[in-house]
Nanobody, 119 residues
Framework: QVQLVESGGGLVQPGGSLRLSCAAS????????AGWYRRAPGTKRELVAT???????NYADSVKGRFTISRDNAKNTVYLQMNSLKPEDAAVYYC?????????????WGQGTQVTVSS
């Protein structure tokens, strides 16, 4: 069974930084594309950033230049470095990944980590 576990969320002041991690565990053959999404209260889940198996990245316009997605394939981990955080970045952040295990390719989601941006 595959699990994605996010960590690194918390409370930060506006202008501060956080680094989120998403670690995959289980019977993993390969991890393909992965991404970070977020959902603030009363809003729909939105894409924050994605990274392909080859390292190509894509960002929401609202986070371009402030957030950086990266991956460490040896550790089966995807990161989201968040700088210059704004109150509007506050949300529950979720990671997902397309993972191949035992011959099947499935999209998995983590349980989410809370990010609060407030002075």
């Amino acid at each position: 069974q595959v699990q994605l576990v996010e960590s690194g969320g918390g409370l930060v002041q506006p202008g501060g930084s956080l680094r989120l991690s998403c670690a995959a565990s289980g019977s993993i053959s390969s991890i393909y594309g992965a991404g970070w999404y977020r959902r603030a209260p009363g809003t729909k889940r939105e894409l924050v950033a994605t990274i392909s198996s080859g390292g190509s990245t894509n960002y929401a316009d609202s986070v371009k230049g402030r957030f950086t997605i990266s991956r460490d394939n040896a550790k089966n981990t995807v990161y989201l470095q968040m700088n210059s955080l704004k109150p509007e970045d506050a949300a529950v952040y979720y990671c997902n990944a397309d993972i191949s295990t035992r011959g099947f390719r499935t999209t998995y989601w983590g349980q989410g980590t809370q990010v609060t941006v407030s002075s």
